[in-house]
Structures are given as C-alpha cells and as structure tokens.
C-alpha cells in the first residue's frame, strides 16, 4: 500500500524567513511519482513539481526547492524568503505510475506567512 | 483552452435528497477521479475511473455512485446514504503528462 505522511499540520513564518515542508513515503513499487501542489484559499490545486523515483537530483525553482532521498524516503519541500502570497495548504503526493492511477495524498501542511 | 470544469462551484441541498456533481474534461485523458477534502483530512479518493464504462472505487466510496459513459464526463451522484456528505469535491483527470485538477465544488447538506 501507499502511504505519505505530512507531520507538520501547520506552520507559521515571518516574512522573508526560510521554511521546509516535510513528506514521507511509502510504497513497495520501485517505480513511482512525486508531486507537490498548492492550494490557495479559492480551493484549486496549483502543480508545483513532479519527480521520479529514478531522478533523486535536488531541483530548485525560484524561491523554491525540492530535496528527494530515497535512502530516507523523503520528498521536502523548501522556500527561501517567504511571502505572504506562499500562504496556502501544501500538499505531499505520491502515485505508482503517472499517468492513470490514482494520486494518493498527504493531508497536506497549512504555511501562513505573517507580514 | 483544455481543462476540467466543475460545476456548480458551490451547491446546498437538503437532508435526504441525492445530488449530482458534474465533472467534464477536454483534454483527451483517459483517466478520471473523484476527491473529497475535509478539513485536515487531505484529499481521499472516492472513485477513479481509467476508461470508459468502467470505474473503480477508491478509499471512501460508500454512499457514492459515478458513471462513466462518454470519455469526457465523469459525474458524481452523493446519495442520501453518505452519511456526511458536507465536504469540498475535487475532480481531476490524467495521462502520462500528468494530472489535472478541476477548481471544485462546495457541498452543503442542510
């Protein structure tokens, strides 16, 4: 079965500081799929990244960057120098192959970021 | 532009009465969920279906029903035996390019 875990239920920053987002998975398949979403309050969800198990290269974009270890079986998710527009609920999700299975989710990390 | 579009964007209904979420894409993917967030609960699966005329429950389903007639419609039916129906309904749909998500319907059951 899979399984992502999401410790942290919420998080609260100052603006400008630094912030990881923890994800832990679980799955017995050797090929699987990494995603990270946000969800603002109007409630869509915004794709952020997509990773595979075969690719454990950090990725950054911007303010923001993915640090994937399977050794661990993590997929945290960092932002660098916060803003008040990265309040939102992040999600953590993991599917066996991308394409037409089921995303199996976290239950998601609410970031506020106080000016 | 392709995408998913869900409708209605917010939906009452009273106690006891069956409702129909709708969900169509125009994006060719064969794939197709249904979601149902809660507050801190995450996102759980309630159907998915990967080609037309056949579906497959997920983790919650009871109390549901989906049909899956035309590759681009995927409708949800929240009957009267789904206990607390009160929730935010996600519809998305995939292929190998990846997954895409519809911006949700807010069900209030009175």
């Known amino acids: 079965a899979q399984k992502v875990t999401q410790a942290q239920t919420e998080i609260s920053v100052v603006e400008k500081e630094d912030v990881t987002l923890d994800c832990v998975y679980e799955?017995?398949?050797?090929?699987?799929?990494l995603f990270w979403y946000k969800q603002p309050p109007s409630g869509e969800l915004v794709f952020l990244i997509r990773?595979?198990?075969?690719?454990?290269q950090n990725e950054i974009s911007g303010r923001y960057s993915w640090n994937f270890q399977k050794s661990t079986s993590s997929f945290n998710f960092t932002i660098t120098a916060s803003q008040v527009v990265d309040s939102a609920v992040y999600f953590c999700a993991l599917s066996w192959v991308s394409g037409n299975t089921p995303l199996v989710f976290g239950k998601g990390t609410r970031l506020s970021v106080i000016a | 532009d392709g995408g998913i579009t869900q409708s209605p964007k917010y939906l009452f209904r009273k106690e006891g009465q069956n409702v129909t979420l709708s969900c169509e894409q125009n994006?060719?993917?064969?794939?197709m969920y249904w979601y149902r967030q809660d507050p801190g609960q995450g996102l759980r699966l309630i159907y998915y279906s990967q080609i037309v005329n056949d579906f497959q429950k997920g983790d919650i389903a009871e109390g549901y029903s989906v049909s899956r007639e035309k590759k681009e419609s995927f409708p949800l039916t929240v009957t009267s035996a789904q206990k607390n129906p009160t929730a935010f309904y996600l519809c998305?749909?995939?292929?190998?390019?990846?997954?895409?998500f519809g911006s949700g319907t807010r069900l209030t059951v009175v």
């Open positions: 994006l060719n993917h064969d794939a």
């Open positions: 990773r595979n198990s075969f690719d454990e």
């Open positions: 998305a749909s995939s292929m190998r390019d990846g997954y895409t």
């Open positions: 799955t017995r398949d050797t090929t699987y799929y």
